[in-house]
């Protein structure tokens, strides 16, 4: 996920480290999947290498263990 505007978004970003994944509703590997950037060829980059990393050969990601 790539969230446009780090000043905009790092309250939230800070929010859920603070309360939800202390309080272990949200697995802290959860925020590696946002990406927070203020550049548009940083959020290109992002979206392009994950798409090759885990979507290219795999169009089907796994299902997660903690998923409810």
């Keep these: 996920v790539v969230l446009f ?4 978004w790092r309250p939230m970003t800070d ?3 603070e309360r ?4 272990g509703m ?3 590997d959860d925020l590696e ?3 927070l950037t203020d550049d ?7 979206v392009l290498e994950c798409y090759e990393r885990r979507c290219a ?7 997660k263990e903690d998923a409810q």
């Design 5 to 8: 505007d780090v000043d905009y």
């Design 15 to 17: 929010w859920i480290k």
């Design 20 to 23: 939800p994944v202390a309080d």
């Design 26 to 28: 949200v697995s802290g």
């Design 33 to 35: 999947l946002l990406h």
């Design 40 to 46: 548009v060829e940083s959020a290109v980059d992002y």
């Design 57 to 63: 050969d795999n169009p089907h990601a796994p299902y």
